[in-house]
């Protein structure tokens, strides 16, 4: 399947401080990247969906202006997570499709840690 | 808007007898329905998916089925090893709607040798 790389994979920062995660998908086009957001033993939850060129369409619920996303190109988005507070604390994990086809292939996720 | 519901939430079977995990959805305008395998710390890694116009597909020790008319699919591992365990996901989504797609609670699987 097609290849999907999130950096970084863990992070660590201080209460207030921002943090960006970025998702490419490194042999294909996705114009559309989707960002969730998954607590422990929990399923994955849908926080965005952005298209390449496009403002992201946020879930209900989910703070647009603490969870600022870019897709600036049809091969990276970003996640910034912005004053971060531990309750942010979980694990980020982005997925990519393409035009042409159904599939969404993820990246590995990023352990966000604030403390 | 879609909901999908995953039962059992952890099943733990022998090595080598099948394991099978069900899922019903909502939305009858779901047209696809894929399959995920997420290990610890890790991102879901598809396994295998079907859309609307088929009713069974297989890849090896894998297979899915789908009924349309009663909105559930299942996911059927069979001759499971320690290695398949993992938390299984299915999730269901609508072209149209972006390829959007709603997962189910999970399935964490434990593969006793």
């Known amino acids: 399947g097609a290849v999907v790389s999130q950096h970084p994979s863990w992070v660590i920062c201080k209460s207030g401080t921002s943090v960006k995660i970025e998702c490419r998908s490194l042999?294909?086009?996705?114009?559309?990247m989707f960002w969730y957001r998954q607590f422990p033993k929990q399923s994955l939850m849908l926080m965005a969906t952005?298209?390449?060129?496009?403002?992201?369409?946020?879930e209900q619920g989910v703070e647009k202006d603490k969870f600022l996303i870019n897709h600036a190109s049809l091969t990276l988005s970003t996640l910034t997570v912005t004053s971060a507070h531990p309750e942010d604390s979980s694990f980020y994990i982005c997925?990519?499709?393409?035009?042409?086809?159904?599939?969404?292939?993820f990246g590995q996720g990023t352990r966000l840690t604030v403390v | 808007g879609e909901n999908v519901e995953q039962h059992p939430s952890t099943l733990s079977v022998q090595e080598g007898d099948s394991a099978v995990i069900k899922c019903t959805y909502s939305d009858s305008a779901s047209n696809y329905f894929p399959w995920y395998k997420q290990e610890l710390g890790k991102g879901p890694q598809l396994i295998i998916d079907i859309r609307s116009n088929v009713g069974e597909k297989k890849d090896q020790r894998i297979a899915v089925t789908l009924n349309k008319t009663a909105k559930h699919f299942s996911l059927h591992i069979t001759e499971t090893q320690p290695e398949d365990s993992a938390v299984y996901f299915c999730a269901a989504s609508f072209k149209a709607a972006g390829n959007k797609l709603t997962f189910g609670g999970g399935t964490r699987v434990l593969v006793k040798p």
């Open positions: 952005s298209n390449e060129g496009s403002k992201a369409t946020y």
């Open positions: 997925s990519a499709s393409g035009p042409l086809n159904t599939e969404a292939f």
């Open positions: 042999d294909f086009q996705a114009t559309t």
